[in-house]
Structures are given as structure tokens and as C-alpha cells.
């Protein structure tokens, strides 16, 4: 695991990627590691809530940040227990509150994220008022930490097929998840910081996938004022990011960005010149996620 990181990705680790072999352009026998992907069921209390295709690995920060992202778990609700069973491929969050989301459930929308992203209810439920702290983004720090993340060692850049969510702090990135869906990877880093009771007001959130209307919202739900991809954009995740006064910075490849929201954040601090190009694997990864 990279030093930089609290938590960070595992290429090596067992049970996250397979062996296949096939043939390539020429015929030739070739061999590569891909990325498994499973069922994940996730319920709250007795209430089955959904079915999510993930690649396995943290089931309880999954669980807890995607009840948390979809107003189910409220932040005052206290967990008691949560319940991973491997076997039956199930993850129980446990609260002493007692749950019933039956009509919630009824609203489901289906999003733009990979593996089928899931809403449910009202899509802007719990953005209505809110205020995201008015901290500041130098620009120096982003070019600090698209360097680290992108040449850390990854399933990102080891197999493909995959996106990484990066919480970060200043220059410095904490934690760092994968998953086949994007929204499994946002929904992880919330539950760490759900279960780990850490703030979000001078965080960063760095993504490798697409700024959507459903990466806006999960942002700006879980507090943090800044997120930024090295992808682009869509039409509402803008509108949605403007609305929040959300800072969202995309295709952030070498010493190049744009900002379509929040630049009142921005310090220019960086010397352009002193700017790496990226990196010619992490450009033919980026193309291709």
C-alpha cells in the first residue's frame, strides 16, 4: 500500500482481480489480470435495500456510506452493528433507531453510474439549503495530488475497467477507493469518514470517473466543498454544482483544468512551469475509463 495513503488500493490483493487468457491482433496467447465484480445485498436492519456490483472489498464503509448518501442512515443515528456475511454475499447495518423505507424504495431512479447506479427517492433530497464551507483550493495542490494519484499502484492502471475515489486534504491524499461503479467508490469514502468521524469541510474529493449529476450530489451530501476529476462533464452535474456553490474542477490531465463551478475557491499559486506532463499510462487509462 503507497505510504501517502491511509488507505489505499491493493493491486496484489487476493480475490480483487483474475487471471484470464485469451489471443491478441496477431493470435498470439496473452494472459491479464481483470476485475471481479459480485453481488453486494445491503440491508438496514430487517429492510432489504439493495443489490450493488462491487468488487468486495470494504463491504461495511460501502454499506454505511451508501445508506448515509441516500438519507437512509441519518447522522445522528447511532449504529449498533454491522453484520458482513461472505457467504451469502449480505452486509446488515444495524441502528437503534427503528427503519422503514418501504415507500422510499417505491422512487427509484437509475443513474448514469457504472454497474447501474441506484437513487432512491426524491434526487435532491437534502440538498435544498445546504451550504458547503467556504475553504480554499490552490491550484498547486491539485497538480500535487493529481501526481500522486495517478502513479500509485493501482487496479486503476494494473487492469482497467475500474475508478478510484480519493479523499484528500490539501496536497495530501487519505484515502483511497476503488470499485467497478464510481458511486461504490464515493460511497466507501463516506463511510469512512461516517465510521471514522472524520470532518469534511477542508476535504477534497478526487475521481477518475465522470462529473455527474449523481457525483455532484453525493459530494456535496457528504459536506465536502471540492471535487475534481481528471474527466469531464455533464450538463446537470454543472447546474447541480452551482446550485450548492460545490467548486468542480475537470479533465485535470498535466498542468491543464477547467473549473465550471466554484472558482471563488481557487488560489493560482502553482508555477505552470514547474508542472509535470502526465504520464503516457495514466493518459491511455483515462481514455479508456
Known amino acids: 500500500m503507497p505510504q501517502d495513503f491511509l ?33 453486494l445485498t445491503i440491508y438496514l436492519n430487517r429492510q432489504e435495500i439493495v443489490t450493488a456490483m462491487t468488487i468486495g472489498d470494504y463491504p461495511d464503509y460501502l454499506a454505511v456510506g451508501y445508506l448515509a448518501n441516500q438519507n437512509m442512515l441519518l447522522p445522528d443515528d447511532r449504529i449498533t452493528a454491522i453484520d458482513h456475511d461472505p457467504e451469502t454475499e449480505t452486509v446488515v447495518v444495524r441502528t437503534e433507531r427503528e427503519t422503514d423505507y418501504e415507500a422510499k424504495l417505491q422512487r427509484k431512479t437509475r443513474t448514469s453510474g457504472c454497474a447501474v447506479g441506484t437513487v432512491f427517492g426524491d434526487v ?69 469518514m461516517r465510521m471514522e468521524q472524520v470532518g469534511a469541510a477542508d476535504k477534497i474529493l ?20 471540492i471535487l475534481a476529476s481528471r474527466s469531464g462533464f455533464t450538463a446537470w452535474g454543472v447546474d447541480l454544482a452551482r446550485q450548492v456553490g460545490l467548486t468542480l474542477i475537470g479533465r485535470l490531465r498535466g498542468e491543464r483544468f477547467v473549473c465550471l463551478s466554484g472558482e471563488d475557491r481557487l488560489v493560482r499559486d502553482a508555477d505552470l ?17
Not at 273 to 289: F, I, Q, T, Y
Open 7 to 39: 488507505i489505499g488500493p491493493d493491486p496484489e490483493a487476493g480475490g480483487l482481480t483474475r487471471s484470464v487468457t485469451g489471443t491478441d491482433q496477431t493470435g498470439a496467447a496473452v494472459s491479464l489480470p481483470v476485475v471481479e465484480e459480485r453481488p
Open 206 to 225: 478526487y475521481t477518475t470517473g465522470r462529473l455527474t449529476s449523481e457525483m455532484v450530489i453525493k459530494t456535496a451530501q457528504m459536506g465536502i466543498p
Open 124 to 192: 435532491m433530497e437534502g440538498l435544498e439549503g445546504l451550504e458547503l464551507p467556504q475553504t480554499e483550493l490552490r491550484t498547486s495542490w491539485l497538480y500535487a495530488l493529481a501526481k500522486r494519484i495517478n502513479t500509485a499502484p493501482s487496479l486503476y492502471l494494473s487492469a482497467g475497467a475500474i475508478h478510484g475515489t480519493v479523499l484528500c486534504q490539501q496536497d495530501q491524499p487519505l484515502v483511497y477507493m476503488e470499485d467497478v461503479g464510481r458511486h461504490n467508490a464515493v460511497d466507501k469514502i463516506a463511510g469512512w
Open 273 to 289: 512551469s514547474g508542472v509535470s506532463p502526465e504520464p503516457a499510462r495514466a493518459r491511455r487509462k483515462g481514455a479508456s475509463a
